[in-house]
């Protein structure tokens, strides 16, 4: 191992391919399989069957070049340790054997990845189109499965807002997006201080019936009593829109559709630097939270870029297209219904102690409805989010949508289970996720980030929109089909500016 070097690939590249030689160490420890076992979850069988090979993504942008020699230390002394990253699954075996995660010797080498610049003088001219190539490239090369699932691409060259790029790529069966992205901040420090993990902002998504009421008497149980129907109905009324959708009810057809089989096309991901100060004026001016402004922000951007979508549109007499009124436009959310390890405990399974620390994909969906208007005062976007967000956390449809799936799978099979997961996000025409990153700067292995873009590509639509803070930045990053929209950067400037004019909006003090 000491005189391995990363591998080096063209653009574009086909990583699925690979040599005999290669990863002979990582196959020569699966086959004495006999040690460290463990099944796989219906969850991380799921993301193997045909249509849901979903990979997710972390593009990283660093304030130095990269030493890929410190970066090799630093996965061998962390992120190789965790149990999914050092085993490979057996699928579907002979003799009936379930499903399972073998650990397996993890030869860093093989999963560094420094590409070969064909044409050095495009990636100095316009280095920022050669990562987004580059990225789109990863979506369409397979995973080599005789090795654990994950990969790290570095981009040594700098970048319009960094001096390196790399791009960590790690299949969705080792872990939900928030536990990977957790684990992956579990591995940087904080700039100002080596030694110290980051500090994320705690999250609660408490729902209005666990929620402590300061009362007495009579009273308390009354606001108990109202809680608790509030909770049962918003679920119920749940329960049926989504066993709707699973059988026949569908979004209406707009230019933001997937035709079938977009799970098997590449996709394209870009990203949008805006202000977190702007998002938290908004949100304290509008007294809701960030997710409820972040919903109000996708609405906007969404019917702010159909709108421009249909009026491309001309009839017979010369007249452009309108926004249709009644669209029907529908994300679907994926929770993880069991708490999230914090980034303490996750460094300390890396360093051996378990701590009770628990893994695995345990996720129900939640199927999210954007408001695709165009409203005159841009604040009725974050009013009607702070409706449809506030409403749905009043609700279990999480958790009835993870113990529906999970019975499923075990009366009628993983494939049963996954044509209802494939049926359900074909029916609705995107996913939308936000998630909570560091406050101050933190370094990778002595890397300073300058910026954080996470997403996810491989599940059946054409549009993926993720949200991610970062000090006090927030990270628009989209997903696209190129052939479905063709124009993505255009559907930042869309949020970009919906952003700039909801702030622009918020009521003066008198």
């Known amino acids: 191992m000491d005189g391995a070097k990363p591998r080096k690939r063209p653009l574009p590249i086909r990583i699925g391919r690979r040599s005999a030689a290669s990863g002979a160490a990582e196959e020569e420890a699966v086959a004495g399989r006999a040690r460290d076992e463990e099944p796989l979850s219906p969850a991380a069988q799921l993301f193997h069957q045909p249509g849901f090979d979903c990979c997710i993504?972390?593009?990283?942008?660093?304030?130095?070049?990269?030493?890929?020699?410190?970066?090799?230390?630093?996965?061998?002394?962390?992120?190789?340790?965790?149990?999914?990253?050092?085993?490979v699954p057996v699928l579907g075996e002979s003799g009936g054997a379930e499903p399972r995660w073998v650990r397996t010797k993890v030869v860093v080498e093989n999963h560094i990845v420094i590409p070969d610049l064909e044409d050095q003088r495009r990636a100095a001219a316009s280095p920022d189109q050669v990562v987004e190539d580059y990225v789109a490239s990863l979506t369409s090369a397979d995973m080599d499965r005789?090795?654990?699932?994950?990969?790290?691409?570095?981009?040594?060259?700098?970048?319009?807002?960094?001096?390196?790029?790399?791009?960590?790529?790690?299949?969705h069966s080792l872990g939900d997006g928030t536990s990977l992205m957790s684990l992956l901040l579990a591995c940087t420090r904080k700039a100002s201080d080596p030694h110290s993990l980051p500090t994320i902002p705690h999250q609660?998504?408490?729902?209005?019936?666990?929620?402590?009421?300061?009362?007495?008497?009579?009273?308390?149980?009354?606001?108990?009593?109202?809680?608790?129907?509030?909770?049962?109905?918003?679920?119920?009324?749940?329960?049926?829109?989504?066993?709707?959708?699973?059988?026949?009810s569908k979004d209406t057809p707009t230019p933001l559709t997937g035709p079938k089989g977009v799970e098997y096309h590449p996709k394209r991901i870009v990203h949008r630097t805006v202000s977190?100060?702007?998002?938290r004026d908004v949100k304290n001016a509008m007294h809701c939270t960030v997710n409820d402004v972040l919903v109000g922000v996708t609405s906007a951007g969404l019917s702010?870029?159909?709108?421009?979508?249909?009026?491309?549109?001309?009839?017979?007499?010369?007249?452009?297209?309108?926004?249709?009124?009644?669209?029907?436009?529908?994300?679907?959310?994926?929770?993880?219904?069991?708490?999230?390890?914090?980034?303490?405990?996750?460094?300390?399974?890396m360093e051996g102690r378990q701590c009770g620390t628990k893994w695995g994909n345990y996720i129900g969906y939640i199927i999210l409805p954007f408001s695709i208007f165009k409203y005159k005062d841009p604040m009725d976007y974050i009013r009607k989010g702070k409706e449809i967000a506030g409403r749905k956390k009043n609700s279990l449809e999480a958790i009835f949508t993870y113990k529906s799936g999970e019975l499923i799978v075990k009366c009628f099979g993983i494939k049963a289970g996954a044509a209802l997961c494939h049926r359900v996000l074909s029916n609705t025409t995107l996913s939308f996720s936000n998630m909570i990153g560091p406050v101050e700067e933190v370094a990778f292995y002595d890397h300073p980030i300058v910026y954080l873009a996470p997403s996810v590509y491989g599940h059946?639509?054409?549009?993926?929109?993720?949200?991610?803070?970062?000090?006090?930045?927030?990270?628009?990053?989209?997903?696209?089909?190129?052939?479905?929209?063709?124009?993505?950067?255009?559907?930042?400037?869309?949020?970009?500016?919906?952003?700039?004019?909801?702030?622009?909006?918020?009521?003066?003090?008198?």
Request: hydrophobic content about 45%.
């Open 57 to 87: 993504v972390a593009i990283m942008g660093f304030g130095k070049p990269v030493d890929v020699d410190v970066i090799r230390s630093g996965l061998e002394a962390t992120l190789v340790r965790h149990p999914r990253f050092s085993s």
């Open 146 to 171: 005789s090795r654990p699932l994950w990969d790290l691409h570095v981009l040594n060259f700098p970048t319009s807002d960094a001096a390196a790029v790399a791009v960590l790529r790690v299949h």
């Open 204 to 248: 609660s998504r408490r729902p209005l019936a666990s929620r402590k009421l300061h009362a007495g008497g009579a009273f308390t149980l009354l606001l108990w009593l109202w809680a608790f129907l509030i909770l049962a109905w918003n679920t119920l009324l749940d329960v049926l829109r989504f066993t709707a959708t699973s059988a026949f």
């Open 276 to 279: 977190l100060d702007d998002i």
């Open 304 to 349: 702010r870029y159909l709108s421009r979508r249909y009026g491309q549109n001309v009839d017979e007499h010369g007249k452009k297209a309108q926004l249709p009124s009644s669209i029907r436009l529908r994300s679907t959310l994926l929770v993880n219904i069991r708490p999230t390890p914090g980034v303490h405990a996750l460094a300390e399974l």
């Open 460 to 510: 059946p639509q054409a549009l993926t929109v993720h949200f991610q803070s970062y000090m006090n930045m927030m990270k628009i990053v989209v997903t696209v089909d190129d052939k479905v929209i063709p124009d993505a950067h255009q559907l930042l400037d869309d949020f970009a500016e919906s952003l700039k004019l909801i702030k622009e909006a918020i009521p003066t003090k008198p």
